[in-house]
């Protein structure tokens, strides 16, 4: 699907709150809805978290189309508001499509057992215990930081950065910006390390140090592997996805919007 080519065909995918329930027979009744296999995109109602539910299902199925969210959750940072009355598939065919390319995790852990996730907002390594986690980080082969004494480190593409990585205080990314943050969690040495911005060519790999006596797990956005050894990131351009936007209300608008909350 490009820019360009009209859509015609929606499918609905509906969170299992009551608002987006009563939101999805509204909708029924004045648009026709097809299956994921036969859409051109795909109407969203949730939060952001269904929102990347709905990505990584087509992800994992394998067909990508492009998701319009309407948020019917809290935050609602992936998703457009809510208007009545407007003609849904004459929206659709309005916004502005940006592409979101998702982390490619490959993880190994205690066991030797090696699991590949993918993440279209964080990966995050987390200590599991009382006792800090020791991690070596490598950028593109190049040992960077020999040992991270810390409760974990992220990695966050812009899509992602305004989530756990604010939180962390890493740096807000524009969706544009081809490059991913690298964010220490409550980093004890060094101590006065803020992470980095790195390129989003960039290949990253962490290793847990000591990792028996200090366990780690790895979150790829809500998938969670314990006791890992290294995990290794890169950014897959090549199952980049589609979000689309109201105009006005662009995810890269909203980025900037969010640099200027006290």
Not at 152 to 173: D, E, F, K, Q, R
Request: proline share 5%; with cysteine.
């Amino acid at each position: 699907m490009t820019a360009t080519q009209e859509i015609t065909r929606l499918a609905l995918a509906v969170s299992d709150t009551p608002q987006a329930l009563e939101s999805a027979e509204t909708m029924r009744d004045t648009q026709h809805f097809v299956s994921l296999e036969e859409a051109d995109a795909v109407v969203v109602l949730g939060g952001d978290g269904f929102m990347l539910q709905t990505l990584h299902r087509m992800l994992d199925n394998g067909r990508v189309i492009p998701a319009y969210g309407i948020n019917k959750g809290t935050v609602g940072f992936l998703m457009n508001r809510p208007r009545k009355g407007a003609n849904l598939l004459s929206r659709v065919n309005r916004a502005k499509c940006f592409d979101v390319a998702p982390l490619a995790m490959t993880a190994t852990t205690q066991d030797g057992e090696t699991q590949h996730f993918r993440a279209i907002n964080e990966v995050s390594l987390l200590r599991e215990t009382r006792q800090t986690a020791k991690i070596e980080i490598s950028i593109d082969d190049r040992v960077r930081i020999e040992e991270l004494v810390s409760d974990g480190v992220l990695v966050a593409t812009p899509a992602g950065s305004t989530a756990y990585n604010l939180s962390a205080n890493g740096p807000i990314l524009p969706l544009d910006s081809a490059l991913i943050a690298l964010t220490p969690i409550s980093a004890f040495r060094p101590r006065h390390w803020r992470g980095a911005i790195l390129p989003d060519r960039s290949r990253i790999t962490f290793r847990v140090l000591e990792a028996e006596k200090r366990p780690v797990s790895v979150v790829a956005d809500q998938r969670e592997l314990r006791d890992v050894v290294s995990v290794e990131l890169a950014i897959q351009h090549e199952n980049s996805l589609g979000l689309l936007f109201d105009p006005g209300h662009a995810l890269d608008e909203r980025i900037v919007a969010e640099q200027f909350v006290f």
